[in-house]
């Protein structure tokens, strides 16, 4: 079975300052990895996804991911956050690009 | 291209109540799920279609909830009857399976239950 672990449930920082969201997965098989973002009131958008090939995803909004297989895991960094970053991220996971298990999600506020 | 569509935005009924969800996915996305996230966790996978044929509803309370998507486009997902519990957003994704592993997620519907 698959699960992901998201380590923090809330993360704040001050505006221009990095950031690392953590997370970790389990499982068994080869597995493919996003985070998402979900604005309030809004559905989930995809920032980043990796497949296979290199470990260190870039995604939309300046986020990057690096995937460490030895570790089980999948941070997500951002090296000067934003007010407009504020939002809950959501870690997933897949073995099948099919179904997807989604991470409890990290609650990430800006403070200026 | 227009994203994923979904009504109501948001639902107030009353425990015992039945209640009804309506989504249209990206046209040409033949994979459409239904999750239900409660407050504070993440999404969880209620059903799975491929075209109109269910792929995983294993984690969908059948005794209360039921979901089609007759035509191989467009879903309703209903409870009946509603529980406290039910209280969520219910969220609908599409995915072409054949071009992408991304799925396209629609605003989704707040449901509350009193």
């Known amino acids: 079975a698959q699960s992901v672990t998201q380590l923090d449930s809330q993360v704040p920082v001050f505006e221009e300052a990095p950031v690392e969201l953590r997370c970790n997965y389990s499982s068994s098989v080869s597995v493919y990895l996003f985070w998402y973002v979900q604005y309030p009131n809004q559905g989930l958008q995809l920032l980043l996804k990796?497949?296979?090939?290199?470990?260190l995803v870039k995604g939309i909004n300046g986020f990057e991911a690096e995937f460490n297989k030895s570790q089980t895991s999948f941070h997500l960094r951002k090296p000067s956050v934003h007010i407009s970053d504020t939002a809950e991220y959501f870690c997933a996971v897949s073995s099948s690009a099919s179904k997807i298990i989604f991470g409890s999600g990290t609650r990430l506020s800006i403070r200026p | 291209e227009a994203g994923v569509a979904q009504s109501p935005r948001y639902k107030i009924i009353e425990k015992r109540q039945s209640v009804a969800f309506w989504c249209n996915p990206i046209s040409g996305h033949a994979t459409l799920y239904w999750y239900q996230q409660i407050l504070g966790q993440g999404p969880k996978l209620l059903i799975q279609f491929q075209n109109n044929g269910v792929v995983d509803d294993s984690q969908l309370p059948k005794d209360r909830f039921s979901a089609e998507r007759l035509k191989g486009v467009d879903s309703t997902l209903k409870i009946q009857p509603a529980k406290l519990e039910d209280s969520a957003v219910y969220l609908c994704a599409s995915r072409n399976f054949r071009q992408s592993h991304e799925q396209y997620f629609g605003p989704g519907t707040r449901l509350t239950v009193t």
């Open positions: 990796y497949l296979s090939g290199s470990t």
